[in-house]
């Protein structure tokens, strides 16, 4: 399969995941400029993390008017796999195709470290390679990372199985001390109504080789892989 990763002035995790999908998980993947509106010939979109526009007015909310995004938003449309990475998940929020909204840390500090998250559900195009409840070690790096939506939002996404990632400690218990920056109900990760965009503050990319400290992203990555291959995803 082919993976289209944008990229945005600012991004900086592209390569990295480039890398992951590819040069790991031996994959085709190409790079889309911002200003491209054609998505054509690829299975799955990652807008990976950085610091789109340099994170001017908010995370992600000049990003989501460059010309890809319309692309993005047909090609979600289409049911096809869109995952939204960091900044990637800040613009997919932005851009409607997520609810809610990502703050500033609840400390007010930019966090770069490992966290631990707890698999919700495995029955997404996401996490179909990951065991229920199993806890994944993959890393934080965001100052504006603390997701947040009223209480009406929040409680659909809980009814409806949304929340696909929860920060949480090793054992997988659910804990305040697990959240890396207050997120509501330690949320780290969310998926879309129709199920194929999923996004997460975490960096799966970061934890593809266990020479990084974690191969655990490439569960994540490979469910993708998994559901594009098996004609449960266009």
Known sequence: MRFGILVFPGTWSDTDCHYSVSGVLGQEAGYVWHKSADLTGYDAVIVPGGFSYGDYLRAGAIARFSPVMAAVQDFAAGGRPVIGICNGFQILCEAGLLPGALRRNGHLQYRCQWTHLRTERVDTPFSSRCRTAQPLAVPVSHGEGSYYA????????????????????????????????????????????????????????????PLLGSDDGNLIFGSIIDAVAGGTLR
């Open 150 to 209: 009223d209480d009406a939002t929040v409680a659909q996404l809980e009814e409806q199985g949304r929340v696909l990632f929860r920060y949480c400690e090793a054992d997988g218990s659910v804990t305040e001390a697990a959240n890396p920056n207050g997120s509501v109900a330690n949320i780290a990760g969310i998926i879309s109504e129709g199920g194929n965009v999923l996004g997460m503050m975490p960096h799966p990319e970061r934890s593809c080789e």
